[in-house]
């Protein structure tokens, strides 16, 4: 079965003023969806001075509600000048799993922009 490539989240970007922002991506079809058996999928998210917190959700649920979703991964910038968290450029993350749903949620969010986020499967 070929494989798909999706935006999941798009040109998001602080206002600058330092105050704490949270969003909430939508939903979108994992291979459990689609009923593939690889359960394969890649994360790619592209960060101009980016200081926050990245999570990629899941959920196995095909209606789901608020506490369904569980966290794959979870990565916290916390500077755009610290070295050991460059929050500059690309990142990639892989996990598998035959999930129905993925969404992005980024959290304690105080500056930089998002430039995008992609979802193959």
Do not use: C
């Amino acid at each position: 079965m070929a494989s798909s490539s999706e935006i999941i989240l798009s040109n998001q970007v602080h206002p600058g003023d330092s105050t704490t922002e949270t969003v909430t991506g939508d939903d979108f079809k994992g291979d459990g969806y689609y009923g593939r058996s690889d359960g394969f999928h890649t994360v790619q998210y592209s960060l101009d001075g980016f200081i926050g917190t990245m999570v990629i959700q899941a959920t196995l649920a095909v209606e789901p509600t608020s506490s369904d979703w569980f966290t794959l991964t979870e990565t916290t910038h916390a500077s755009a000048n610290d070295s050991s968290s460059n929050a500059d450029g690309g990142f990639l993350y892989n996990f598998t799993g035959n999930y129905v749903w993925v969404r992005a949620y980024i959290s304690n969010w105080t500056d930089g922009t998002i430039s995008n986020i992609l979802l193959n499967h």
